[in-house]
């Protein structure tokens, strides 16, 4: 007759509404990715801006106005062996590994 009986019809509705809370969730994920990865790019164009005005310069050991521009900060520590790690974190990009 073409006709779904009454717990048919509210199990497949069950499924339905589970899977669209999912998807929505899913979606609410997503977009929280691109937000960062938008965030990212943001300071990567940043980032390469600066390097484009410094790119003719000249930068001698004293140029600190240079490097206050490039660099967030850095972190010096000793490790178990005893040697000395230098990290550096650039402005608008953080740490490049």
Not at 16 to 45: C, F, H, W, Y
């Amino acid at each position: 007759m073409g006709k779904v009986d009454e717990e048919t019809f509210h199990n497949i509705t069950h499924v339905l509404n589970n899977e669209a809370r999912n998807l929505t969730d899913e979606n609410s994920q997503l977009l929280v990715i691109l937000d960062k990865v938008e965030d990212l790019k943001m300071g990567i164009d940043n980032f390469v801006q600066k390097i484009e005005r410094f790119a003719n310069c000249t930068v001698t050991e004293n140029d600190r106005v240079i490097m206050e521009q490039l660099i967030d900060h850095i972190e010096i520590y000793e490790n178990d062996s005893r040697e000395i790690s230098v990290r550096i974190f650039f402005a608008d990009i953080g740490v490049i590994e």
